[in-house]
């Protein structure tokens, strides 16, 4: 049986209780450069925060810790603070503050 973008090991998780959700992460200006992504998808237990999956992000890519006092959220697409209650295929924008002329 194809088990689709979804992995066997992923599924395995999943099974166990340790993932119960998929959130995908944007990254812009100075958080795209330090990580050398546009985007990624995290797994995170079910009732994740945008606090919980900011730890994540800063345990996968400690290099983002010099600037995420900076950073702002949104929340599929709207401004959010970091007690925002994420959901299964929400979309988590990492936003740096950028310049302009």
């Known amino acids: 049986m194809d ?10 998780e999943r099974d166990r209780g340790l993932v119960k959700m998929i959130v995908k992460v944007l990254y812009f200006a100075s958080a795209q450069g330090l990580t050398n992504l546009k985007s990624e998808d995290m797994r995170l237990r079910d009732g994740s925060s945008v606090k919980e999956i900011a730890a994540e992000m800063l345990r996968l890519h400690p290099a983002l810790k010099t600037i995420e006092p900076t950073f702002r959220y949104s929340v599929n697409f709207e401004i959010a603070d ?9 979309e988590v924008a990492v936003l740096p503050p950028v310049a302009g002329g």
């Open 3 to 12: 088990k689709g973008w979804l992995g066997e090991a992923e599924e395995h």
């Open 82 to 90: 970091d007690s925002a209650q994420l959901h299964d295929g929400d």
